[in-house]
């Protein structure tokens, strides 16, 4: 990565035109975002600095004049994990939807909830986003044809927060254009999964990504020598792409693990992630992160998130097992008795990791 890097170009993101540049000659962002479009079969497409960046701007170029209303998943990083950007950038109100199947929205669900008719007390529905991976499940692929269908026969625009789509695309077998298909905007993210320093990329029509460039600039966004970046990136989709069927085995690893022992999983290991629930061993997140970083190779972990990526060594993964299935002995031993659940799941979302040097 560092030697892709090294031999990036350094013109400027701000200044450079890609219509201008001789192809031998174009700038390594160019080269990445035309590289993206082409696999998500968009027409163009847009470095970013950030996926919090890539969504807000691709909002704020959808919505024109409030009052508007964008739709998602309650559970939606647009919605929680992004300082609440979108009425803030955009002044959108928010319809968030708690999926009833505990899972992924239903069409049914958005029909139900989209506001388009001429009621002037309500602000109509312009854009409806949809996460894959959320938490790292899987969004169904003909649920979403479904809701982009019904989307698009209103007017409604789909905007896609796929972060980690490269995650769906590994363990579907689909690719990345089948997977982008339903939307007219998509945000891939460079450093989550993929393992890049830096960075996202906003795909979608030549003429809503020229506008995003400019909002891009009005957001602070606007790099300059962005091909040193644009480069890792390049490599990281290159060469840890393919390396996401090891995380997914491993993720399934620890859920077997987990179970083995009798530990509660709240979410399966879909694609990388796990979550679980501390007290149906009788531990807390406290003890477990205590008696992690104690390790002789420490482990850091906190809350019911367990996320695998493509530095995880199957040795890390083994320590942690090893680790909750000695809690659960203990805690065994001095009477504990898993008890009974009604079927309620409540999970903190941390991360986890190992120190590494």
Known sequence: MYAYAVNATLGDDVYSEPSTTPVIYQPTYHALEAHIAQLTGKEAGLFMPSGTASNQIALRTHLKQPPYTVLCD??????RYEVGGTPFHSGAAMTTLIPSNGHHLTLSEVEDNVIYDTDVHLAPTEVISLENTL???IFPQDEIIAISEFARSHNIKMHLDGARLWHV???TGLSLKELCDAFDTVSLCFSKGLGAPIGSCLVGPTEFIAKARRFRKLFGGGMRQTGILAASAAYALNYNFPLLVNVHALARKVQKGLEDVGVTILSPAETCMIFYDASSIGATYDEIF????KLPEPLILGGSRVVIHI???EAAVDDFLTLIRDIAGEKKRAGFVKPETNGQTHFKEVYVRRVSH
């Not at 309650?74 to 919605?79: E, F, K, L, P, V």
């Open 169 to 171: 695309a590994i363990e």
């Open 290 to 293: 205590e008696r992690g970083r």
């Open 311 to 313: 530095q995880t060594s």
């Open 135 to 137: 938490n790292g499940t």
């Open 74 to 79: 309650h559970r939606g990083h647009i919605h």
